[in-house]
């Protein structure tokens, strides 16, 4: 399989006395990229552990953090608080369509996120920019490159693939055992192997770029993914009204022996891509 490999920098943010008043932390990515309708723009954001050897020797710890996207003029557009969690991952969409809908030229913007962080906890954080197609899911350009105000260590590596699919429940596609049929009833959860897929994922992989589809047999319902042995979050990845075909982009922490799970509400066939991997740059 084809692969491009390159060094995602990781904010580390730290403060070293107690009391001390710390300037919030900003990563921005480098270079921009355009939107207009049709698009969705994603600004992923994934709090990988420390590598074994990582310098401060402290664990990570669950930071507040707010995830932006502006223009060139820095103009906020969209913006959301969140929770970067060690292993953990988050995303904020600015879709064109409903976010932007003034607008008819194409637009230039950037992700941007604002780090606060308790003393002396620290922080880590590997963003990424993908541009999606809203009439297809489909990921059309990515920017992972960032420019780190603070102390950037180069601590994950994102490796690219090829995409390749890891399971299709359908019969008749090619898929067996657990990355093939049947169909995911309704309230269960489905544990996949990523590293024993067909797709050589090595098993040192600490989180997968994937695309999750979802092909409903009724009319409602939601999919959740997360690492195995983990409990089961409460956010969804897709939802579903109307049964129609439905498809999204997550990035999903490895769990035991670099397994994910997949919980559907409802009766559902489902097929999972992945088109990249992140690992602890040391290793």
Request: contains cysteine.
């Amino acid at each position: 399989m084809r692969s491009s490999c390159f060094i995602l920098p990781v904010l580390l943010a730290g403060a070293f006395a107690s009391g001390q008043t710390v300037v919030p932390t900003e990563l921005r990515t480098v270079g921009v990229l355009g939107i207009t309708a049709g698009q969705t723009a994603r600004l992923n954001v994934f709090g990988p552990p420390f590598p074994n050897g990582f310098f401060p020797p402290v664990p990570i710890r669950a930071c507040s953090a707010t995830l932006s996207f502006v223009d060139p003029q820095n103009n906020h557009l969209k913006d959301s608080n969140i929770i970067i969690a060690p292993g953990q991952s988050t995303f904020l969409d600015l879709n064109a369509d409903t976010d932007l809908p003034a607008r008819t030229a194409r637009l230039q913007i950037r992700g941007l996120v604002t780090i606060q962080f308790p003393d002396p906890v620290f922080c880590s954080a590997v963003p990424t920019v993908e541009l999606i197609d809203n009439s297809t899911g489909k990921t059309t350009a990515i920017l992972a490159q960032t420019n780190v105000s603070g102390l950037a260590r180069p601590a994950a590596t994102f490796t690219a693939v090829v995409p390749c699919r890891i399971a299709d429940t359908r019969t008749n596609q090619g898929k067996t055992g657990d990355f093939g049929p049947p169909f995911l009833a309704h309230g269960s959860t489905r544990t996949f192997s990523v590293p024993l897929s067909s797709c050589g994922i090595p098993s040192n992989a600490q989180a997968y770029a994937v695309n999750l589809t979802a092909l409903p047999h009724g009319m409602g319902g939601f999919l959740t993914s997360w690492p195995s042995g983990q409990p089961q979050p409460l956010a969804s990845n897709l939802n579903w009204f109307s049964g129609g075909v439905v498809a999204n982009n997550a990035i999903v922490s490895a769990g035991t022996n670099g397994s994910i799970n997949v919980f559907v509400s409802d009766d559902a066939d489902l097929i999972i891509d992945i088109n990249g991997y992140f690992v602890a740059s040391s290793e």
